[in-house]
């Protein structure tokens, strides 16, 4: 009964987290027509450092409070989860306003590593600034938010964060809007309330957490007063944080391992680029936001569904049901690779088609996003893995080898990224981030193996169907492109007719191929399942 519970809460989160990535995935196209590559540019790179500051003060939650909160609970220690809650609060506060004015009186200093143009300098300057200001209130949200799922109550939190993300987004588009077309006011104008529109989401995720605590406030009190006496209060305050550290420290990694990847490309890209300004400041912005928000697209939905077969590895694990666990892992991977595979090849075939219908025909611009995304599409498979990867060892136990899995992948970015940039030019971003998680994945890969016994040639089979129907898939797109006079677009009606041609047909052969051999039915047989 409690798995069930555990299985549907997660699925009930996992909705809402995918809606909430798809529109905040989504609105990127708006807001590019209506700003511009100015815009996108202002956004993204006051939006990166504002992620990565913005885990780091909520300390991983509410990932790692749920896993407090629903650990004590279960062995009928309920007050400590209210302590951890009354503290918390102003813990959180205190890191709100500490990463908040890390963020606004360092503005400048970041903007300076990231060696950004002196036109585009006092700009970005500002955007950071604007931003920071969500940092205030977030964590005390993130803190309600778990404490909620420790009770396996996921209600509240997908509410809250559909709310917030509506919020945002519609401020964003509705500010850029009337700024840009209204009041034919300046693109910084435009990119400043859009940066802005985080904390205006912020306050309406956290009106929802708020609300939902009047309602269930008496309920949970009267839950957390049937503590038994023994276990009360016997916990110091260090011991309780210090566990809860242990815990969030990998829900931060992975949840701020993308920021990290792309504050990367923007502090070296304009160092080591050998372009002018305005080119440099273009591919930025589709290594960072446009292109890499589509990229994100196929990874959305294939890792949703993979990692919601955790909680079932969690509760396999702790029976010390090896077996059951394997089955799992096989679920989560196939998954993946069945729905990531073919989507990111599809996508990079497509991508001068696809960035030129949803963002810009310019010849010269598309040249640039299109070749960007054409290389950069296969990396959601790396985004995809590393993910599901790293959710399956946070069932198995094994939480400090996704840090040392990030931390390995990031210094190879690192040291690759000045020379592929040398080598390759605007793809040599897209290549150092594969190397880097490639190295990441095989870590994990090496301790799944080494903690379950899993054989990974389970899903060999499966992947060598994938991977033939997948290669049949880009053929039909390329007889696609030979008919209608190739892959370059000169028009967004001529894009439009040879995506919809080639997503129609091409994912139709694919699937066909798989439920004429029984694929579809093993990798989707075994999800229902869960």
């Known amino acids: 009964m409690m798995a069930s519970k555990m299985i549907r809460g997660t699925m009930i989160l996992t909705v809402a987290a995918f809606f909430s990535r798809f529109l905040g995935i989504l609105f990127v196209i708006p807001y590019y027509w209506l700003t511009g590559e100015q815009g996108s540019f202002l956004y993204q790179y006051a939006y990166t450092p504002y992620a990565i500051m913005l885990s780091v003060s909520t300390l991983g939650l509410p990932l790692a409070v749920s896993k407090f909160v629903s650990k004590y609970n279960s062995m009928g220690d309920y007050e400590s989860g209210r302590r951890l809650l009354k503290s918390g609060f102003l813990v959180m506060l205190a890191t709100g306003i500490v990463g908040f004015l890390i963020l606004f009186l360092g503005a400048p200093g970041i903007t300076s590593l990231m060696h950004i143009p002196k036109e585009e300098y006092g700009n970005v300057v500002l955007v950071i600034r604007v931003v920071s200001i969500a940092i205030i209130i977030v964590p005390v949200m993130s803190l309600m938010r778990g404490y909620f799922q420790g009770f396996q109550s996921m209600g509240p939190t997908a509410v809250s964060q559909v709310v917030e993300q509506v919020v945002r987004v519609g401020f964003i588009l509705i500010g850029a809007f009337i700024v840009v077309k209204v009041a034919h006011g300046s693109v910084v104008t435009a990119a400043a309330l859009a940066t802005f529109a985080a904390f205006v989401g912020a306050v309406g995720?956290?009106?929802?957490?708020?609300?939902?605590?009047?309602?269930?406030?008496?309920?949970?009190?009267?839950?957390?007063?049937?503590?038994?006496?023994?276990?009360?209060?016997?916990?110091?305050?260090?011991?309780?944080?210090?566990?809860?550290?242990?815990?969030?420290?990998?829900?931060?990694?992975?949840?701020?391992?993308?920021?990290?990847?792309?504050?990367?490309?923007?502090?070296?890209?304009?160092?080591?680029?050998?372009?002018?300004?305005?080119?440099?400041?273009?591919?930025?912005?589709?290594?960072?936001?446009?292109?890499?928000?589509?990229?994100?697209?196929?990874?959305?939905?294939?890792?949703?569904?993979?990692?919601?077969?955790?909680?079932?590895?969690?509760?396999?694990?702790?029976?010390?049901?090896?077996?059951?666990?394997?089955?799992?892992?096989?679920?989560?991977?196939e998954l993946v690779l069945f729905l990531t595979i073919p989507a990111a090849v599809g996508l990079s075939v497509l991508g001068y088609m696809v960035h030129g219908l949803l963002y810009t025909v310019s010849p010269d611009l598309l040249k640039i996003g299109g070749r960007v995304l054409s290389w950069?599409?296969?990396?959601?498979?790396?985004?995809?893995?590393?993910?599901?990867?790293?959710?399956?060892?946070?069932?198995?136990?094994?939480?400090?080898?996704?840090?040392?899995?990030?931390?390995?992948?990031?210094?190879?970015?690192?040291?690759?990224?000045p020379l592929s940039m040398k080598l390759f030019g605007m793809v040599g971003p897209v290549i150092a981030t594969d190397i880097g998680y490639l190295i990441s994945i095989l870590?994990?890969?090496?301790?799944?193996?080494?903690?379950?016994?899993?054989?990974?040639?389970?899903?060999?089979?499966?992947?060598?169907?994938?991977?033939?129907?997948?290669?049949?898939?880009?053929?039909?797109?390329?007889?696609?492109?030979?008919?209608?006079?190739?892959?370059?677009?000169?028009?967004?009606?001529?894009?439009?007719?040879?995506?919809?041609?080639?997503?129609?047909?091409?994912?139709?052969?694919?699937?066909?191929?798989?439920?004429?051999?029984?694929?579809?039915?093993?990798?989707?047989?075994?999800?229902?399942?869960?």
């Open 443 to 530: 870590i994990i890969v090496f301790a799944i193996r080494k903690a379950t016994d899993y054989r990974f040639s389970m899903i060999a089979q499966q992947l060598i169907h994938i991977l033939f129907y997948t290669g049949i898939m880009v053929l039909v797109i390329e007889l696609i492109f030979f008919v209608s006079g190739g892959n370059f677009p000169h028009s967004r009606g001529k894009a439009f007719i040879v995506i919809i041609l080639s997503v129609t047909i091409g994912a139709a052969v694919y699937l066909l191929l798989a439920k004429w051999t029984g694929l579809l039915r093993r990798v989707m047989g075994r999800s229902r399942e869960r």
């Open 376 to 417: 950069y599409a296969p990396t959601a498979l790396f985004f995809a893995l590393f993910q599901v990867g790293a959710s399956i060892l946070q069932g198995i136990n094994r939480q400090l080898v996704t840090i040392i899995a990030l931390g390995s992948g990031i210094l190879f970015k690192i040291l690759l990224n």
């Open 205 to 333: 995720g956290l009106y929802v957490m708020l609300h939902y605590w009047v309602l269930r406030r008496v309920k949970i009190m009267k839950t957390s007063n049937k503590s038994r006496p023994e276990r009360r209060y016997r916990m110091s305050f260090v011991t309780m944080y210090k566990e809860l550290i242990t815990y969030a420290v990998p829900f931060v990694a992975v949840g701020i391992a993308m920021q990290v990847y792309q504050l990367i490309d923007q502090s070296m890209a304009f160092y080591y680029l050998n372009y002018v300004d305005e080119i440099k400041e273009a591919i930025i912005t589709d290594l960072t936001m446009n292109d890499q928000k589509l990229v994100i697209i196929p990874v959305t939905l294939a890792t949703s569904l993979a990692v919601s077969a955790v909680p079932a590895i969690i509760v396999s694990f702790s029976k010390g049901d090896m077996r059951a666990v394997n089955e799992k892992i096989t679920q989560a991977f």
